[in-house]
């Protein structure tokens, strides 16, 4: 079994070998990359999709050539079906090359449940930090012929958080207006810019900057399932930390680089410059320090859902 990390070596493993298989996991968008690749290699009425609900006909259609062309089956969340029929699954799958000219994609919840079968491909995508954003959008934008200036990227950032479906759809749509006109995109291009940013991380990052910590937590328990929040709650706490120590040094509004700590400026005056005025530097620093604590837990396989709350409920509690 060949195991890919990243969508582009995935699809280039996809081009190059004759693999019949593919398990995937992880990364929402990621998948939905791969999946758009691989679907136009098939007509629409040869591609079949199938959820856990839809079990017995997923089997029966493992089983079934297509006279009309190669088939494309695309089954969701594999690892919920559980019971005697994935021993099944299992069984119509174990030698891949019998699929063709089939091909099949399993799409697992879990990574530990992928299948450990021979002549199969495999894709496992972590999730994307907000971090990786703008090194992201500048490659993207890159990869279609065209540059971006940093302004631009940080109001993509800003703007659409880690939504990397949303940053595709405007740049592609700003790519698409310049037509044959210079192959730059700047601030001016996206003026007109909604905000995109998701429901989940920022509703967390946003309540602590607010005070809001019950509402905080209340977020970490909805979402804790869905996505990684160590570092998102880090990574505020770095910036308040360092505007706190900005403002106790008596620096002007106007003298605190917050380009520097990748804020934009709207979110800079608006969120963190009114939450960091509301807490002590000793405070803060102690929960940095804790925080340094609790990224060396989770590297060490600490449940990182336990990190995160007692971390929210001291900052309610000293805040």
């Not at 509402?215 to 308040?240: C, G, K, M, Q, T």
């Amino acid at each position: 079994m060949e195991i890919k990390n990243t969508v582009e070596d995935l699809i280039s493993s996809y081009k190059k070998l004759n693999f019949n298989l593919l398990q995937i996991c992880g990364d929402e968008f990621d998948i939905k990359e791969v999946l758009a690749y691989i679907k136009k290699n098939f007509l629409p009425e040869n591609i079949e999709v199938f959820f856990p609900e839809d079990k017995e006909e997923i089997v029966k259609s493992l089983s079934i050539k297509n006279i009309f062309g190669p088939k494309l089956i695309i089954v969701y969340d594999i690892d919920s079906i559980g019971g005697s029929l994935i021993k099944e699954v299992k069984k119509a799958l174990e030698k891949p090359e019998r699929l063709k000219p089939n091909f099949v994609i399993l799409i697992f919840k879990k990574e530990e449940n992928i299948f450990k079968i021979e002549n199969s491909l495999a894709g496992k995508f972590k999730s994307f930090y907000d971090s990786n954003i703008p090194t992201w959008i500048k490659n993207f934008v890159e990869e279609r012929g065209f540059s971006i200036t940093k302004e631009a990227i940080n109001l993509l950032h800003f703007k659409c958080g880690s939504n990397r479906e949303e940053i595709k759809r405007h740049i592609e749509r700003v790519i698409f207006l310049k037509e044959n006109q210079n192959k730059s995109i700047t601030e001016e291009d996206l003026e007109n810019l909604g905000f995109y940013r998701d429901d989940t991380i920022f509703k967390i990052s946003n309540s602590i900057l607010e005070g809001k910590y019950k509402e905080a937590l209340r977020y970490l328990v909805e979402y804790s399932d869905e996505i990684p929040l160590f570092h998102f709650v880090n990574r505020d706490l770095r910036r308040l930390l360092t505007i706190r120590a900005n403002i106790d040094e008596k620096r002007k509004e106007e003298e605190i680089d917050f380009q520097r700590l990748n804020i934009h400026p709207y979110i800079f005056h608006k969120e963190y410059l009114p939450s960091a005025r509301k807490l002590s530097y000793d405070f803060l620093e102690s929960q940095f320090e804790k925080i340094m604590e609790g990224e060396y837990k989770i590297k060490n396989g600490w449940e990182e859902f336990s990190i995160n709350f007692n971390f929210i409920c001291e900052f309610q509690n000293g805040g």
